[in-house]
Structure formats: structure tokens, C-alpha cells
């Protein structure tokens, strides 16, 4: 039996199925989201603010630049054993903190370079009418840059959390859930008997990364507030990170 005929046969079971069996896909793609998501919030917590404060009051571009070549240059899996390490020196449960540190590590440098960027390239004459009326400094952050900042904010983070979904798979090793990773590490264990197992789940990660990445195309799309022309669309969709 091949791997793909092992991976069908292991679809094929029933409790592969079961959205409250820890052996069913439903089960651990709702916990690889869960264990993402939280991520992601706590690093858009960290990094957003910062970074739109000082894009506001243009500050700060050498750090958002840095952002980007660390962002590239830390290796998940580096992170997660570093904090593992740490987690295990100072008797911290290993389990759930070094995995969940080491993602929200992964997810600041897009979401702050991202927010800085959105910032920095509005129009400054939206900016000078708002503070014209005034509006105070927080207010213009908050309701001017922001919202029109929110389609390159957004296309931060959803490079930020498909590195996320692909990390949670990674994470298994060190973490007892480990979402849809988790088929993959037990099916490493097997040998060859966990060939299936392992395809599954690595075909598993691959359409929820698919998913995710729709889901944030849609959120882009709709995010661009009423009345931008449809050239500042495009440039504020596509601008890099």
C-alpha cells in the first residue's frame, strides 16, 4: 500500500471526522485556528500601535525597515526550540508558552512594517484637512490614517498568520495539541506505517492555508474605505511589505 492509498484509507476512518475527537481533522484545525488567531491579536496588540504612532509623526523608518530583514532572517523552528530551551530552564510548562512566544515573534515584523508603510504613504492633504477641522493628533491616527491605512495593515497580516498556520504545524513537536501538526509528528513516529498519516495532514495544512489566504483577500477587498479612487486601491493592496 502506497502512501496516498494509506492517506485515503486514514480519511476513510470515521473518527477522522469528529469535530470533539482529538484524533478527527475538525477537532485540530479548529485548534491550529485557535492557537493562530490567538497569536496573531497578540502580536497586532504589540505591533500595531507603535508602529502607527510612529508613522504618524514620521519616526522610526530605520526600525520598520530592520523589521522586514529580521522577519526573513529568524527561523521558525530556531525560535520554537530557543524558547523551549527556556521555557524548560525555568521550569515554565513547555507545552503551550515557547510554541505561542515564538508565534507571536513571527507575526510582529509584517504586521509593524506593514502598519508603518499603510501610514507613511497616505496622501498628506487628507491629513492637513483633518487637523484643519480639529481633530486632535489621536483622533487623525485613529480615524483618518488608520481606516485608510487598513488594506496594507491587512495584507500585513495575512503574510503574518499563513507564517502562523505553517509554524502551528511545526509547533507539534513541542506542543501537546499541535493542531493539524499533530498528524504529522504521530505519523513520523509510526515509520513507515505513518506514511498516510503524514500526507494527511500535511494536505490538511495546505488547503487551511489556502482557506485562510482567501478569507484575508476577501477582508482587503472590502477593507478599502468608500472614496479612494480605484489606482490608490491597487497601490495600497500591493504595495510590499
Not at 68 to 78: E, W
Not at 85 to 94: C, F, G, H, M, P
Not at 161 to 182: P, W
Amino acid at each position: 500500500m502506497n502512501a496516498f492509498e494509506q492517506a485515503l484509507d486514514w480519511l476513510g476512518q470515521p473518527n477522522r471526522w469528529s469535530w470533539t475527537d482529538p484524533a478527527g481533522l475538525p477537532y485540530r484545525t479548529l485548534e491550529h485556528l485557535g492557537f493562530s488567531a490567538l497569536s496573531l491579536v497578540i502580536a497586532a496588540a504589540l505591533a500595531v500601535p507603535p508602529a502607527l504612532v510612529l508613522a504618524h509623526y514620521r519616526r522610526g523608518a530605520f526600525l520598520a525597515s530592520s523589521a522586514v530583514n529580521i522577519g526573513r532572517a529568524i527561523p521558525s523552528f530556531g525560535l520554537i526550540i530557543l524558547f523551549w530551551y527556556l521555557a524548560s530552564r525555568w521550569e515554565v510548562d513547555t507545552s503551550f508558552w515557547p510554541l505561542l512566544l515564538a508565534l507571536v515573534a513571527l507575526a510582529l515584523p509584517p504586521l509593524f512594517t506593514n502598519t508603518y508603510a499603510g501610514v507613511v504613504s497616505l496622501e498628506p492633504e487628507a491629513v492637513d484637512a483633518a487637523r484643519g477641522i480639529g481633530h486632535t493628533e489621536g483622533q487623525i491616527m485613529l480615524r483618518i490614517e488608520l481606516p485608510l491605512a487598513l488594506p496594507v495593515v491587512l495584507a500585513g497580516a495575512r503574510v503574518a498568520f499563513l507564517q502562523l498556520v505553517a509554524t502551528v504545524a511545526i509547533g507539534a513537536i513541542v506542543n501537546d495539541g499541535g493542531g493539524l501538526g499533530r498528524f504529522i509528528v504521530d505519523g513520523f513516529a509510526q515509520g513507515a506505517g505513518g506514511y498516510g498519516e503524514i500526507l494527511a495532514g500535511g494536505l490538511a495544512v495546505i488547503v487551511l492555508a489556502l482557506v485562510c489566504e482567501g478569507v484575508f483577500a476577501l477582508l482587503e477587498r472590502f477593507a478599502v474605505p468608500r472614496g479612494l479612487t480605484s489606482s490608490r486601491r491597487e497601490t495600497l493592496s500591493t504595495r510590499p511589505a
